[in-house]
């Protein structure tokens, strides 16, 4: 069974300039997460999706930050423009749970994002 | 607001010790916490807890959560140098899990 995928692996660009992160969760899980770590800090939770809606978006920075999933199947991150700040891991992460938690959380390898 | 913390930062231990990882929480709503291991990029399920004073155990690694003191520890018993990287605290309300920013563990041959 494939595990949760990330693309691109790495990327590096410039102030000012667009990337698009992309994540292809498990088959099957209908949960869906971004999380991002910045340099020196822990990982921390940006947002949930369920299928194709937008549960808890609490942790998206600011208005730069678009996430989408349509279908209800992979999910990408726009960041639009990028900031030096936003440097970091960005790791997607899926789980099968239908309960009132969110279980056991499957990880991706993480798109690691390099502003200059 | 709601925060983890692990302890300690890092750790360097010779094979065949064993260590105690610790993660205490403070967590509105507190449902589960989870640890990971991570060794160089994605990091992988060791445990989730969800009830107080039951061990679970898989091989060598051992945890278990203390809900009323808010603290989980991880054993790792007869430590291997596989073992070493860095170990991940979760504490989750519903679908949202708070990080701590991890336990680094080197075991030395």
């Known amino acids: 069974e494939a595990g949760v995928t990330q693309f691109p692996s790495h990327s590096v660009i410039e102030k000012g300039q667009t990337v698009t992160l992309r994540c292809d969760p498990i088959?099957?899980?209908?949960?869906l997460y971004w999380y991002r770590r910045v340099m020196g800090k822990e990982i921390k939770f940006l947002l949930h999706?369920?299928?194709?809606?937008?549960?808890?978006e609490s942790g998206m920075p600011n208005n730069r930050f678009l996430a989408e999933r349509t279908g209800g199947t992979y999910s990408t991150l726009k960041v639009q423009p990028a900031e030096l700040e936003d440097s970091g891991v960005y790791f997607c992460?899926?789980?099968?749970?239908?309960?009132?938690?969110?279980?056991?959380?499957?990880f991706g390898e993480g798109s690691r994002l390099t502003v200059l | 607001e709601d925060k983890v913390v692990q302890s300690p930062l890092s750790l360097v231990v010779h094979e065949g010790d064993t260590v105690t990882l610790n993660c205490s929480y403070e967590v509105t709503n507190f449902r589960s916490l989870l640890w990971y291991k991570q060794e160089k990029k994605a990091p992988t399920f060791l445990f989730m807890l969800t009830s107080s004073g039951i061990e679970k155990k898989s091989g060598r690694l051992s945890s278990i959560l203390d809900k009323k003191e808010l603290f989980s520890i991880l054993n790792i018993t007869a430590t291997q140098t596989g073992d070493s990287a860095v170990y991940l605290c979760a504490a989750g309300r519903t679908y949202k899990y708070i990080f701590g920013t991890g336990t680094r563990l080197k075991v030395l041959a």
């Open positions: 992460a899926s789980s099968l749970a239908t309960g009132p938690w969110a279980g056991e959380l499957f």
């Open positions: 088959s099957g899980h209908d949960n």
């Open positions: 999706f369920v299928k194709e809606s937008k549960q808890d």
